[in-house]
């Protein structure tokens, strides 16, 4: 027996026996990438390189014979390094992304390519568990998110973007609809007893995940039904009522305690909060309203006040003639609300169109339904007439962009003009109540709460914050989001671990593609209209809150998931390559250069080949090679160009004809991956390179 020592502790293991294989007798961890059980080593990666004392050079642990009286380092700070170095060079070179584009964009960071999956195989229960791993009330966001991820749908290079908005409203829809709901599985009872102030989407999401980690929830909200602006600020003909009522009774059931028409500050305050409860999440949203900013602006309605009584069945009187002063989703929400009590209605807006805040769909849609809006204008002064309000504007020109990046506007002197009207609605913003915050000794910054932006904590200790609260008025999408990633750390700060947030994982981008790689990603896709959307007729729609849009039809909402290119990597979630570079903080774009075209070879029945993600690292080489197969595959090329390719270009089919799925399980960056595997990339947030 050989005796040496890893790390300080000591083993003896047979002759021929290497460090690896040492460390592995020990418990301990060297990290390998091209090392396959079984096959001959080749030390190809260097990842598991290691420090022997009394030599000048790092050594491949894989390779390296453990020797008598060897005494080996395998976590010094050089060989940090070199681990890092290897996966940094190797990443350079690496023709592939981690996450589809949509997924990157998604706020949520949903895993689109996941959930379209199980609808386009006609199984829409695997999609809503997907959905519901990183994503609450989905059938509510899958009606009113703006739906950032189509726009960067890549879809969009070839004909139109997939509606993926309408496909999770599809699975969510479905779902709730069955026998029985989805309920996520829930572990056993912590215990622990979580305190939510704000039943509006952050706080919902919050308890949604909390639950699931078995910590109690009671949520506190100031409305007599919770929701928060999904239901007092978002009108029924987007988001209707039982829709969201729906996914409620969903997180009751998961066990959630409401306590309605409770104020903080007028009904408990934090500290007591804090006395009762393990932990406590503030998610109150932005429920202040701006005025106007001119002299008689208290003759105005508040946007998301009138929004508000129309939601709780007290329409107030507007009259026949109602200006809507903004030019947000807050503002189209009056205007098409205020349309159908009957109103003739006019928006006024500061800007153009193009700096509009709001979707574009919402600015079409008021304008279909006959909402006019005149563009340039600005309040001055609101006054009391004969026959109702005087609002006196002035127009207004572009001049130089301001903080948002927009073109700030400029009065025009002289131009002052008056409009007579029954009513004017004030829908240019929202704000947070940040006085009570800062009362009971939070910390506040000029938009809400000051939180950390990934753990969500905020200035006292057992106390987060998220959502519109931190952020100010904002997309739901993000609150939800904040939601789940605060659950996350109340539930690290409950068990006493360290409050780190989700964990962050480096995720590679093909930046950026040029026209070759999208021929090759376009190749095997076939044109296809996107499924267009049933809605109600316009009769209909002017006299009646029904919801506009209608839920896709089985048959559609196959056919539009099938539409999905699943961008991003099948391996994403057990990549070896990305879980290394995450351990060891590897900067993909440390070292800049030329790198592989994409190219996809799909050939196989069985497994995809991308070799533009290869590392060179032979082990399905090897492994073909040990099982016999009749043609394998053999590096090709010299240098920067060498490459795994069958033999005499042969395809792949031939190639591996016994041992494809093993080739593809032992590949650790994704260059060879099964047909049928998708990556769940819904275990974490990822850090976009």
């Known amino acids: 027996m050989i005796r040496l020592t890893i790390d300080g502790r000591s083993v003896a293991v047979d002759p021929g026996t290497t460090i690896l294989g040492a460390a592995e007798w020990l418990g301990i961890r060297i990290p390998t990438m091209c090392h396959v059980k079984g096959i001959e080593p080749a030390a190809s990666c260097f ?129 709730l609809a069955a026998p029985e709901p989805f309920l996520p599985r829930c572990e056993r009872p912590s215990g622990q007893r979580v305190a939510v102030i704000g039943a509006g989407p952050a706080g919902l999401s919050a308890a949604y995940y909390l639950h699931q980690k078995g910590h109690a929830c009671t949520l506190f909200d100031a409305h007599p039904e919770p929701g928060g602006m999904l239901r007092y600020g978002i009108p029924e003909y987007r988001l209707p009522r039982q829709a969201l009522d729906a996914e409620i009774a969903a997180i009751r059931r998961l066990g959630a305690e409401f306590r309605m028409s409770t104020r903080w500050g007028a009904d408990f305050t934090l500290a007591e909060l804090r006395k009762q409860y393990q932990a406590v999440f503030v998610a109150i949203g932005a429920q202040g309203a701006q005025g106007l900013r001119c002299a008689g602006e208290e003759l105005a309605l508040p946007g998301i006040g009138f929004l508000e009584q129309v939601a709780a069945g007290g329409a107030p009187a507007i009259g026949q003639d109602v200006l809507v002063v903004g030019g947000g989703n807050t503002a189209m929400d009056c205007a098409r609300t205020a349309l159908r009590l009957g109103a003739r209605v006019r928006v006024l807006y500061r800007r153009t169109r193009q700096e509009m805040p709001c979707l574009m769909e919402e600015v079409e849609a008021a304008e279909t339904e006959g909402v006019h809006i005149e563009y340039l204008v600005a309040p001055v002064r609101l006054e009391r007439a004969e026959t109702g309000l005087r609002l006196t504007c002035r127009r207004m020109t572009l001049g130089e962009p301001d903080a948002s990046g927009r073109r700030a506007p400029v009065p025009v002197e002289g131009s002052d003009f008056t409009v007579e009207c029954s009513t004017v609605i004030a829908a240019i913003g929202q704000s947070v109540e940040r006085a009570l915050a800062e009362r009971e000794g939070l910390r506040v910054t000029a938009w809400g709460i000051a939180a950390d932006p990934h753990t969500m904590a905020a200035s006292l200790p057992g106390i987060f914050a998220g959502g519109d609260a931190v952020l100010g008025a904002d997309l739901a999408v993000r609150a939800v989001a904040a939601g789940r990633m605060a659950a996350a750390s109340i539930h690290q700060y409950l068990s006493g671990e360290a409050v780190s947030g989700e964990p962050l994982h480096t995720a590679v981008t093909m930046r950026p593609v040029d026209d070759s790689e999208r021929a090759a990603m376009f190749r095997s896709i076939e044109k296809a209209p996107r499924v267009r959307l049933l809605e109600i007729p316009m009769e209909r729609r002017l006299t009646t809150f029904d919801e506009v849009e209608g839920r896709l039809a089985d048959t559609d909402a196959v056919r539009e998931a099938r539409r999905c290119m699943s961008c991003g990597c099948r391996k994403a979630d057990c990549c070896t390559i990305r879980t290394l570079a995450t351990e060891y903080g590897a900067d993909p774009a440390r070292y800049t250069g030329a790198r592989r075209r994409f190219a996809e070879d799909d050939s196989h029945p069985e497994i995809v080949y991308e070799p533009g993600k290869c590392i060179s690292c032979d082990a399905c080489v090897r492994i073909a090679a040990a099982a016999a197969e009749e043609w394998g595959l053999t590096m090709i090329g010299r240098g920067f160009d060498v490459r795994v390719a069958p033999p005499f270009g042969k395809p792949l089919s031939e190639a591996l004809t016994k041992t494809a799925r093993r080739c593809a399980e032992a590949c650790p960056t994704g260059a060879l991956a099964l047909r049928t595997m998708r990556a769940c990339q819904c275990q974490s947030n990822q850090v976009i390179v």
Not at 61 to 89: F, I, N, S, W, Y
Not at 118 to 124: E, K, L, T
Not at 131 to 153: K, M, N, T, Y
Request: charged fraction near 25%; charge should be negative; include cysteine.
């Open 47 to 175: 990842v598991c390189a290691v420090q022997i004392e009394g030599r000048r050079t790092l050594s491949p642990a894989c390779a390296m014979p453990a020797a008598e009286g060897m005494v080996v380092h395998t976590q010094t700070e050089d060989v940090r390094k070199a681990r890092r170095m290897a996966l940094e060079l190797l990443l350079s070179d690496h023709a592939g992304e981690c996450r589809a584009p949509c997924s990157a964009r998604c706020p949520a960071g949903l895993d689109i390519p996941g959930f379209t999956l199980g609808i386009a195989a006609g199984d829409p229960r695997h999609a809503m568990e997907v959905i519901a791993d990183r994503l609450a009330l989905a059938g509510s966001l899958g009606r009113v998110c703006p739906r950032l991820c189509e726009q960067e749908c890549r879809r969009c290079e070839l004909d139109q973007g997939l509606s993926i908005g309408a496909l999770h409203r599809y699975a969510a829809d479905l779902d």
